[in-house]
T-cell receptor, first 112, second 118 residues
Framework: KQEVTQIPAALSVPEGENLVLNCSFT??????LQWFRQDPGKGLTSLLL?????REQTSGRLNASLDKSSGRSTLYIAASQPGDSATYLC???????????FGTGTQLKVEL | GAVVSQHPSRVICKSGTSVKIECRSL??????MFWYRQFPKQSLMLMAT?????????EQGVEKDKFLINHASLTLSTLTVTSAHPEDSSFYIC??????????????FGQGTRLTVV
């Protein structure tokens, strides 16, 4: 059974700092990995999708890497801003049909 | 990206009543929709997979008679929480998917529904 873990569970940083969020998964046979953002009481916003054959994806200040063999992904956020404050979730698709197993989430707070 | 609309966003109901939540794909046809549940300070857990025109597939531990799922069209799936109890209070969220190319496997989620059973 796939298990996804995210470290740290919570993170508080000053504005402008670069930061790294970690995601690990137990079953490396994945089709893709996706990073989401969730604001309090809201739905999910897709940030980045990495196919199993890819090593990284970039979008603006966000960069996500994938090391499938070791079961790890990182989300790098450059020059963090207060508006980045949210919970970040990683999720893996193990079956190929978009059925996702979610991580435990990292709650990020970027302070002025 | 594709748009998935979920309604209602919040609902409060009395214990013992039933609540229906709708999930619509607005600009694409979704052959499959997924229903997730999220308890406070926990991650999302898959409840069931809904395929258009066929019975839903439920995850282990999810009562199919309590959480009725209907996927009657390619743009609409509904989740009905029957005889709701306070322990059913949670955040319910759907995602919609359609087979595509290898790069078109992004999951699109609705806005979620906060259910409170009193």
């Amino acid at each position: 059974k796939q298990e996804v873990t995210q470290i740290p569970a919570a993170l508080s940083v000053p504005e402008g700092e670069n930061l790294v969020l970690n995601c690990s998964f137990t079953d490396s046979a994945i089709y893709n990995l996706q990073w989401f953002r969730q604001d309090p009481g809201k739905g999910l916003t897709s940030l980045l999708l990495i196919q199993s054959s890819q090593r990284e994806q970039t979008s603006g200040r966000l960069n996500a890497s994938l090391d499938k063999s070791s079961g790890r992904s990182t989300l790098y956020i450059a020059a963090s801003q207060p508006g980045d404050s949210a919970t970040y979730l990683c999720a893996v698709d193990t079956g190929g049909g978009n059925k996702l197993t979610f991580g435990t989430g990292t709650q990020l707070k970027v302070e002025l | 990206g594709a748009v998935v609309s979920q309604h209602p966003s919040r609902v409060i109901c009395k214990s013992g009543t039933s609540v229906k939540i709708e999930c619509r794909s607005l600009d694409f046809q979704a052959t499959t929709m997924f229903w997730y549940r999220q308890f406070p300070k926990q991650s999302l857990m898959l409840m069931a997979t809904s395929n258009e025109g066929s019975k839903a597939t439920y995850e282990q531990g999810v009562e199919k008679d309590k959480f009725l799922i209907n996927h009657a069209s390619l743009t609409l799936s509904t989740l009905t929480v029957t005889s709701a109890h306070p322990e059913d209070s949670s955040f319910y969220i759907c995602s919609a998917w359609t087979p595509g190319t290898a790069v078109n496997t992004e999951a699109f989620f609705g806005q979620g529904t906060r259910l409170t059973v009193v």
